[in-house]
């Protein structure tokens, strides 16, 4: 009797693994702690109680958002302005969450170079990626300060290190306060940061988000449902529980610095969903807003409807 109890047992979990859904989540860029509820939610069994196996990728060929329009991934991390490029070109992505309902990012420079307010980018070199968005948003933020753009040298440094570029020709970058300016404290380093919305309300947009393509939610909503379900506890978790989270992130990606990992996560847990109802909301406006700040700084030809760009329809409980 005894026998056939545990090979009954057997069989269920045999069926039950083959009965999990597979989906893949490509992230937007190497592991981090705007990723972590999505580790979470693999590592609590959230992923599991709903059906479904998750495997965590990072794109290879191609970015996040070209990888989820053409099918390569289900699911994926990605940002307000990659989707709103993608579906004027035709691209049906659609957002499914704010992962941080603020933009927490902005210009830092280390102290010395005394860059305290946009009018003191005035003869200071700019390291970034060269992209004319990085030079648009130089120019909202430093002609409500009273100066040009034109003022500003503009360098091309791809991903290098700020911290590295920082010491050789670039005076200040590009960064996301959770990650770069929590690494600057625990390096004993102070910086002078501008965040973006401080100056501009059009560059508070939803970076990032997560993401699928209309095809999916079409064809397999409950899909759509089950994981949104999972990613928002995972993120919630995350939210109540910034030390346990960043643990799991780290378990994971081992390769990251502890000491940066938690106190990331101590920041973003309020972060994560800052004033909104719940944890991924967003509001049409904030779509609308940056699509037309895009379209005004000549950034695209062209509009499209940003009521297909984003849905709340899989937050809801």
Do not use: C
Not at 85 to 92: D, K, S, T, W
Not at 98 to 114: D, P, R, V, Y
Not at 118 to 140: H, I, Q, R
């Amino acid at each position: 009797m005894k026998k056939r109890i545990i090979s009954l047992l057997l069989i269920l979990n045999v069926v039950s693994v083959f009965a999990l859904e597979k989906v893949d989540i490509v992230l937007d860029w190497t592991p981090n702690t705007n990723h972590t509820g999505i580790y979470v939610a693999k590592k609590m069994g959230y992923f599991k109680a709903e059906g479904i196996e998750a495997d965590i990728l990072q794109p290879a060929n191609g970015t996040s958002t070209q990888l989820i329009a053409t099918g390569r991934a289900d699911f994926g991390v990605t940002y307000q302005e990659a989707v709103t490029f993608a579906r004027l070109e035709g691209l049906p992505v659609v957002s499914l969450g704010a992962i941080i309902q603020h933009n927490t990012s902005g210009f830092a420079s280390l102290k010395e170079k005394g860059i305290e307010k946009p009018s003191d980018f005035k003869g200071k070199n700019y390291g970034g990626w060269g992209s004319p968005v990085e030079e648009a948003t130089l120019k909202e933020l430093i002609e409500k300060d009273g100066g040009k753009v034109g003022d500003i040298n503009i360098l091309t440094t791809g991903s290098m290190d700020f911290f590295k570029s920082s010491v050789n020709d670039v005076d200040f970058a590009w960064v996301f306060e959770g990650w770069t300016n929590i690494e600057a404290k625990l390096q004993g380093k102070k910086l002078n940061y501008i965040r973006l919305r401080d100056y501009s309300k059009n560059l508070d947009y939803y970076t990032p988000i997560f993401a699928s393509s209309e095809k999916l939610i079409k064809t397999n909503p409950k899909l759509v449902k089950k994981v949104m379900r999972a990613i928002k506890k995972g993120y919630e978790y995350s939210i109540e529980n910034p030390e346990k989270a960043g643990e799991i992130l780290l378990k994971d990606v081992p390769e990251l610095d502890r000491n940066l990992v938690i106190e990331s996560q101590k920041y973003l847990a309020s972060k994560y969903t800052d004033d909104a109802p719940y944890w991924g909301h967003q509001r049409l406006e904030v779509w609308e807003r940056y699509q037309k700040w895009l379209y005004k700084n000549n950034l695209i030809d062209g509009t499209t409807d940003m009521k297909k760009a984003f849905t709340n329809e899989f937050l809801k409980d």
